[in-house]
C-alpha cells in the first residue's frame, strides 16, 4: 500500500462506482465491502486513516452490557455477533479479555450475574466464554489491585479487545488487495452535482472536488455513487451538499487515562457497571499498559485533536481509586486522549449518555449516501449497510456482501513489544515499511498510529521523534528544516496528551 501508486492510480477520465469520504472505521470497512464486491472503490480521507475517533477507543470489542440494561437488545444481539467475525477475521489485532465486575451486596451479585448471562445467551455460538458468579478469594488472585473492603464477590464474564489504530491500516491495506484505491491527506473540498438524465428535475452527487496536501494539487473525482462516513464531520459534507441541511450529529468527548499496569497488574479487567454519570468505567490492560476510562460529556466544538478537560481527567482518578487499593495521581498518567463519538440526535433526549449508539443512513435527494452513528464493533455491518444503499442508488448489479468471512490483512507491527528499545522500534528498516506500505507520512502518523507510543507513553514518544523524522526524511528525501518542522509539531501536539 504505497501512496505514490495509488495517486498514479487517479485517472482523470474515470468514473468510479463508490467514492467514500472519510477514512475512520466506517469508510475503511466500505472500501473493503464494496471492492470486495467488484466495485471500483476510492476512498479519500483528509487526514490520516483513523486519526479522529477510530483511533481513540476504549479498545473493547463488545455488545455493549450498558445498552443491555438500557433495554437495546437488537444492538447487543448485532454487536455480539460482529464482535465474534471481527475476532474470527483479525485474530492479530483481537483477542477475548476477562472482565471482573466488583459486588457490594448479594442483591448487586444476583442482578449484575443475571444481566450477563443474558448476555452469553445473546451471542449464541459466538459467545468467549461462560459468566461465573466469583468469591473475593478469586478477584484476589485475578485482580489484586481491586479494594476487597466492603466486596462480596463479584461476577466475571468474557468480551474483546482489539488496536484500533492498527486494525484501520490492516483494514485499508485489506482494502487495497480487493483492488481499492485510498489516498490520505486528501480533502474533499466540495460537491460535484449535476443532472445525470434529462428527465431529472433535481441534480445529483456525482463527484467530488479533492484537495491533496501532499502534492498541493486539486483535481476532480467522478463517481457514481459518493458514500458520506465523516463521523463527527457528517454534518459539513451534508452542508455541501444542501446548504439548508439540518445537523444529525450530537457529539459526545470520551477520555481515557493511560498509567503503567502496577497500578492494575494482571491480564484481567475491570469493569465498574455505574458511574456517577450513570457510564461504565473500565480498567483495561493494554500493551502492558492500563486503559483507564472513559467519560460523556457533550461538546459544541469538533475539533481533529479533542483535548481532555479537567473534570473529566478528575472523574475517571476519582472513580478508578474508589475501586483500587492503588492510589492513581495525575503524575502518574503516562498518556490521556480524547475522542468524539458520533452519536445521531435523538428528539426530546438532551443527555448524551442516553443517546442511542445504533448507526442511521440518510440518502438525500442528490443521492448523496450519509453514514453515521455506531461503534467500532459493528463497523462491518455499518460498512455492508452503506454500500447495500450505494448499489440500490445506482442501480448496480447486485453481489451478495463476503466481509462476513473475510481474512483481514495482518501486519508484523501488530504485535510489537513496547517494553523493547525504542532504537529496535523505530529501526530504519521499519520506518521504511510505515512509510512505503502503510502510507505513513508524518511523525505523528508512525508514533500515533502505526505504532501506539504517543497513546501508550508521551515521553517515550518524545524521545524517538527525532529518530523517526530522521529516517523518514531520507526515504521523503527532505531536508533538514523538514525535520526540524515535524520534530516542533509533533512536540506541540505532544502536550495535549500529558495533563
Known amino acids: 500500500m504505497n501512496r505514490n501508486s495509488m495517486l498514479a492510480q487517479l485517472d482523470e477520465n474515470k468514473t468510479w462506482d463508490v467514492l467514500i469520504i472519510g477514512g475512520g472505521a466506517t469508510g475503511l470497512g466500505a472500501a473493503v465491502d464494496a471492492a470486495s464486491r467488484g466495485l471500483s472503490t476510492l476512498l479519500i480521507e483528509a487526514d490520516d486513516f483513523a486519526k479522529g475517533t477510530s483511533s ?202 493511560v498509567v503503567d499496569n502496577k497500578f492494575f497488574p494482571g491480564e484481567h479487567a475491570l469493569m465498574i457497571p455505574k458511574t456517577d454519570d450513570k457510564r461504565v468505567l473500565f480498567a483495561v490492560p493494554w500493551h502492558n499498559k492500563v486503559v483507564l476510562g472513559t467519560t460523556d460529556t457533550e461538546v459544541e466544538n469538533i475539533s481533529d485533536e479533542p483535548i481532555p478537560l479537567k473534570e473529566e481527567i478528575d472523574f475517571i482518578l476519582q472513580h478508578a481509586n474508589r475501586y483500587l487499593n492503588t492510589n492513581i495521581t495525575l503524575d502518574d498518567v503516562d498518556s490521556m486522549f480524547a475522542g468524539l463519538r458520533p452519536l445521531v440526535k435523538t428528539k426530546g433526549v438532551t443527555n448524551t449518555s442516553v443517546l442511542s449508539r445504533d448507526h442511521v443512513i440518510i440518502v438525500s435527494t442528490s443521492n448523496l449516501i450519509t453514514i453515521t452513528g455506531g461503534k467500532w464493533t459493528t463497523y462491518r455491518k455499518m460498512a455492508e449497510d452503506a454500500v447495500n444503499n450505494a448499489i440500490f442508488v445506482a442501480k448496480f448489479e447486485y453481489k451478495n456482501p463476503v466481509t462476513k468471512d473475510l481474512p483481514i490483512v495482518s501486519s508484523v507491527f501488530d504485535t510489537i513489544d513496547y517494553e523493547d528499545a525504542i532504537e529496535e522500534i523505530y529501526s530504519v528498516q521499519n520506518v521504511i515499511k510505515f512509510v512505503e506500505e502503510e502510507m505513513a507520512v508524518s511523525i505523528e502518523d508512525v508514533l500515533a498510529r502505526r505504532t501506539r507510543m504517543l497513546f501508550l507513553d508521551v515521553r517515550k514518544a518524545l524521545k524517538a521523534a527525532p529518530m523517526v523524522a530522521t529516517a523518514m526524511a531520507a526515504i521523503l528525501h527532505k531536508d533538514e528544516s523538514w525535520i526540524q518542522t515535524e520534530i516542533d509539531n509533533f512536540t506541540q501536539l505532544a502536550k495535549n496528551y500529558l495533563p
Not at 483477542?95 to 451486596?105: E, N, R, V, Y
Not at 476532480?220 to 441541511?245: H, P, Q
Open 56 to 257: 481513540r477507543s476504549t479498545k473493547l470489542v463488545h455488545g455493549g452490557v450498558r445498552y443491555l440494561e438500557q433495554g437495546n437488545l437488537k444492538l447487543v444481539r448485532e454487536a455480539l455477533q460482529e464482535r465474534g467475525r471481527l475476532l474470527k477475521n483479525a485474530p492479530s489485532v483481537t483477542k477475548k479479555i476477562g472482565f471482573i465486575i466488583p459486588a457490594f451486596s448479594f442483591v448487586q451479585r444476583l442482578y449484575y450475574g443475571t444481566g450477563l448471562l443474558l448476555y452469553d445467551m445473546l451471542s449464541q455460538k459466538l459467545s468467549l466464554g461462560k459468566t461465573k458468579l466469583i468469591s473475593n478469594k478469586t478477584i484476589q488472585k485475578l485482580a489484586p489491585a481491586i479494594d476487597q473492603k466492603k466486596l462480596k464477590g463479584g461476577i466475571i464474564y468474557y468480551d474483546g479487545q482489539f488496536d484500533d489504530a492498527r486494525l484501520a491500516v490492516n483494514l485499508a491495506r485489506t482494502a487495497a488487495q480487493q483492488g481499492a484505491v485510498l489516498i490520505n491527506y486528501c480533502e474533499a473540498q466540495s460537491l460535484v452535482k449535476k443532472k445525470i438524465k434529462p428527465t431529472d428535475k433535481l441534480e445529483k452527487v456525482c463527484g467530488v472536488v479533492a484537495y491533496d496536501f501532499v502534492s498541493g494539487k486539486t483535481f476532480e473525482i467522478k463517481s457514481k455513487t459518493v458514500i458520506n462516513a465523516t463521523g463527527v464531520f457528517a454534518d459539513d459534507v451534508l452542508l455541501m451538499d444542501n446548504k439548508d441541511a439540518v445537523d444529525i450529529v450530537t457529539p459526545s468527548q470520551g477520555i481515557h487515562l
